[in-house]
């Protein structure tokens, strides 16, 4: 035990004073952290609460593309720049193109003509046979529909594109709609429509409720610090791979080892130091980056992270999933001959896991190919188990199916950390 | 005299078919020797050094220190003997008493016996006053003194020496080979291998001339320089091994 206790202290004062490596391992994952939540959340307020803005050109003067305007409006999720009408389209996309807005939307001449058309055509056919004589003097065949028009820089990312559209679609058919009904409605009753009874007509009558799903009794809001919060601790724990990797090819180059494989004891202790003393580390970050995530995030205006009623499966969880990482940190290392080549592999190594893993991209995005090799990255599974803790409020059991894979991972590493060992005669 | 170190019929190949590096080797240390072993670069010498030490397990031949087996792997004999490597084999980002502490540890000493050791050992050095100070700012001369007293802590009974005094001044040399006399005269047995050759002179009193892994020439230096007629090391060496590149 006092021989642990030595190595524990000698990799301790080590790692305390490789300033460049703590950096890397607190500094970055925290940094990582707050500016991709920031991002992230600030992408969600764009669309929720500051609205997009749209440069909107109504070359036409009737009622109907006033209201489809208006629709708009409503919508939400724009913030309408009204063009006058004698600007023609190069203009605006001159003004696209210097970013006065990223998207613009052309009414087109003959719009509010077009749908009332449309609206009396499918009237009449829709009465066929009930108003036989009035729809006969009234039958009117619609045109040629002019196009609404969207202009959008090409920054724009396509799911911005698509919630456009979406809006869009929605004003075009809600206008439609509205007309339809109020001609069918005045062809029976040779009058106006009731605005009570249009508004009923037309709008929605069933409400959305947005129930996040849970396994507990205490569902969290998911929102970009629970999202971003459990990713980037992650992220930061298989990072140690930097500074215990390069430790360990650097006590291999300078003959630290030699020496220690001369004395009584075995080396294999050395190694469960590491273990030890990184393990720590990995614990020490996930409290410095969860108690950001409680405490700093709601003062630069983030949503505060939600810890999970689960404590111990956190504690658990976050304690295999820092074995896992000190294990993987440990295979570079005796398997690098270089600090280089173990920074380097290391490094990418861990942004390419990450990324199959599904901390940069959701996993339920990734094409089915990926789908498999996603299940070979440990950081998938911690971060499943993690989602389970803080987004599911899961128990231990629920996430047993996440944790067991990691463990058999785990083990794995540790497996060819020693035949690595043993190859290179270090033990 | 009673052996510190037996070697028969030692033989060993390096993985990768390459030629033997040590062909069918006989070589008997004596307690209480200092024992140089000398030759061209790629003779053989750190391979007999790191086999001696446990670091190459071997399969031919049999190699004892203290009449053990060291290819039994036990970790016994390896608290008879020190190592100071060639390279600064210790933590450059600790201090010297750090550095101490945690070596001490591993060689098998408690707290206390680390504590007395590690002051006995600076001051000898002349390190007292630099103990806390990072050993990557020390000069070259100071960490030499580091690797050797990191490697006497636990009061070995032999202590291997691979160019313990690479790249010194004429002053720690001169103190390193002082020091490693008066080891040798409380009975430490020593197995010392250099490109020093006067050094080699004034410290060792049998010396081995390995090559092409094999010893061609073994015995006490003045009996050597007699049967060579030579007059120093050097130019033994040099009638021995030629004057081309070996490497």
Known sequence: MFKLLATIKKDFRILFRDKMGLVLMFAMPILLAVVIASVQNSTFELVNKNRIPVIIQNSDPGRVAAELEAALDKAGIFRLQEVAAVQNEEELKNRINTKDALVAIVIPAGYSENVLSKAKSVASEALDGVMQEEKENESVKPGATPPVRIYYHPVLQQSFRKSIDATLQTALQFIQSKYIVKEVYFTIHEEDIPGSLEEQIITNQTPIEEVPLSRGDSPQIPNATQHNI??????????????L?????REKLNGSMVRLRTLPTHFGLAVLSKQVTYIAVTLLQAMVIFAIGIWLF??????ALNLPSHLWSLAGVTFICGWCAAGFAICVGIFANTQEQANG??????????????LLVPSFVMPPSFRVIMLLSPLHWCLEAFYGLFLEDAGARDILMNIIPLLVITVLLQIIAFWGLKRKNLI | MLPAIQIKNLSYTYRGNLPEAIKDLDLQINRGDRFGIFGPN??????????MTGLLPYSRGSVKLLEHEVAAGKKQIRSFFGFVPQDFSFYHELSPKENMEFFGAWAGLDQKQIQQKTDELLDVMSLTEVRNKPVYK?????????NLAIAVMHEPAMLFLDEPTAGVDVQTRYAIVEYLKELNSKGTTLIYTSHQLKEAEDLCNRVALIDEGKIIARNSLPELLKEHQQDGLEGLFLSLTGRAYRD
């Open chain 1, 230 to 243: 459990p990713a980037w601790t992650i992220f930061a724990m298989f990072f140690i791979v930097i500074s």
């Open chain 1, 345 to 358: 592999f290391g490094a990418v190594a861990v942004v390419i896991m990450a990324a199959i893993g599904g």
């Open chain 2, 138 to 146: 020390f000069s070259g001369g100071m960490k030499r003194r580091v």
């Open chain 1, 298 to 303: 709601p003062v630069i205006g983030l949503p």
């Open chain 2, 42 to 51: 790629g003779a053989g010498k750190t391979t007999l050094m790191q086999i």
């Open chain 1, 245 to 249: 990797g390069s430790s360990i090819v």
